[in-house]
């Protein structure tokens, strides 16, 4: 079967789709474009499965790209290599699996433009894609910079009848931070590469080329902090997060789906592939800092959520407080801790990606989003209660459930870190302080589904069937992860 693995299908195959779609070629008929995109989705989403299903953590894929017999940039030394390593296979899986349910969740969230809207949606899962494989420096910086154009269009374009200025600000704002912490990240990849260079005489983007050992120590540490300024907007590290909760409130219901289930994984990933890998001495000197700002992550943001009357912007929230968690995973540098925070991305995206379709369905069926206006609505939309209780209950770190191993096997690999006895006062604080996280997600179940119903939400109807499956998915997705957890550990050599 090693024959029809091919990393740059994968990666590229949603964006020619994408060049279909926006084609005049292709049909305006929405249903049919709807229908296409769903079912190209799946088949993707089948595909990344067989890699998955035939990946050996001992052989990763790797594949080089030569135009005409050269590298990309054979001057320079730059290849348009990719490579799929056990953290590489489960978070390109996940992200076709996050853009498969983005997909089908866009029937009543996008009612115009839809060749556009489509053809961004794949565009950005091709650059996600990229930026999950790329085996080269510079062209993982490419990814990342493709990644800003559609995001920008899908969070604020206008995909319903009424236009929504505050989503247009809400991009620009977007773009603003990534642009910023992108500059942070070209400086230090070209530090990176001049230094290789003069250490090693040879000119290479490639990953397994970088030498850092030699690199003067103050040049370290000033490449280390630039890689984590721009990849810590992405995650977000608090004080750089304030675009994330602007952004999730003002997009659509799919685009919210993505952002937290896979767009802020590329920040602790690109953390994961620069600092903890190839910079990994001053990784483990700065690693106690980024552990205090994990726990600042962890406590501020759930403060806040629960603070929040809007239940986009409490999810909003959450989230951030759950990347801390991601990142005190990796600042415990074992295996544990990196196998708890690759596991914890994928419970999040499922937990995020579930919270955010109940958002948008209560929108879409209340036309408000204030829970304080909300109340009583289990009592007519008994499936949709059923499902948010269920990931709610995941979402608070319950047995059962995927979140509960991430927590728990976080924390624990904290504790038992031989880093610093700083992990371990934050590892000793953060436990009790998840009990936060039951406060406000158990107020965003409380106040919408209990109580009196309103008259004005008499008449609203359960979920449709599309919505149904992909809360269905997501939901079985978490229990199933929750009891057999070495599904995912096994890849990386934990289970």
């Avoid at 504790?415 to 107020?443: G, R, T």
């Amino acid at each position: 079967m090693e024959h029809i693995i091919s990393i740059p299908f994968l990666i590229f195959i949603p964006m020619l789709v994408a060049f279909l779609l926006m084609s005049p070629f292709f049909t305006n008929n929405e249903i049919v474009i709807r229908r296409f995109v769903k079912t190209f989705c799946a088949f993707h989403f089948i595909y990344a499965i067989l890699m998955l299903a035939f990946f050996d953590s001992a052989n990763p894929y790797l594949t080089t790209i030569h135009f005409w017999g050269l590298d990309w940039i054979q001057s320079m030394g730059v290849k348009f290599s990719f490579k799929i390593d056990s953290v590489g296979i489960i978070l390109t899986t996940l992200t076709s699996f996050i853009f498969m349910i983005a997909a089908i969740s866009s029937k009543l969230n996008i009612r115009k433009n839809h060749k556009f809207y489509y053809s961004m949606l794949l565009i950005l899962m091709s650059a996600i894609l990229g930026i999950f494989t790329s085996n080269d420096m510079f062209l993982f910086f490419m990814f990342w910079e493709l990644e800003l154009i559609p995001a920008y269009f899908l969070i604020g374009g206008k995909w319903n009848t009424s236009d929504n200025e505050d989503a247009k600000k809400s991009a620009v704002k977007f773009v603003i931070f990534t642009f910023t912490g992108s500059i942070f990240m070209l400086v230090g990849i070209l530090l990176l590469h001049y230094y290789n260079y003069i250490s090693t005489g040879v000119l290479s983007g490639d990953f397994a080329d970088v030498l850092t050992t030699s690199i003067p120590t103050a040049i370290q540490y000033l490449i280390a902090i630039c890689f984590l300024i721009a990849f810590g907007v992405k995650l977000p590290i608090i004080p750089l997060h304030t675009w994330l909760p602007d952004a999730h409130t003002n997009a659509p219901t799919p685009i919210s789906i993505v952002l937290a289930g896979i767009l802020l994984k590329t920040g602790a990933y690109g953390i994961y592939r620069f600092n903890y890998q190839m910079m990994n001495e001053t990784f483990v000197n700065i690693a106690p800092i980024l552990a205090i700002l994990a726990l600042i992550n962890i406590i501020y943001t759930a403060f806040v959520a629960y603070s929040q009357t809007d239940i986009k912007r409490i999810v909003a929230y959450s989230s951030i407080s759950n990347m801390g968690l991601i990142l005190l995973g990796l600042c415990a540098y074992n295996a544990i801790g990196l196998g708890a925070s690759v596991f914890h991305m994928v419970a999040h995206a499922l937990v995020t990606a579930g919270l955010f379709m109940i958002c948008g369905i209560v929108y879409l069926r209340c036309k408000t989003r204030d829970i304080n206006e909300l109340s009583g609505i289990s009592s007519n939309m008994p499936r949709l209660f059923g499902f948010a209780t269920l990931i709610v209950l995941a979402s608070i770190g319950v047995p059962a459930f995927a979140p509960f191993i991430g927590e728990i096997t976080t924390i624990m690999a904290s504790f038992f870190s031989e880093m610093n006895d700083v992990l371990k006062f934050v590892a000793v604080f953060a436990l009790p302080l998840l009990i936060v996280s039951s406060c406000y997600m158990l107020k965003f179940l409380h106040k919408g589904f209990f109580g009196e119903i309103k008259e004005s939400f008499v008449k609203v109807n359960d979920i449709s069937m599309h919505e149904f499956v992909v809360l269905s998915a997501i939901t079985i997705g978490l229990i199933l992860f929750g009891i057999f957890p070495n599904v995912i550990l096994n890849l990386m050599e934990l289970g």
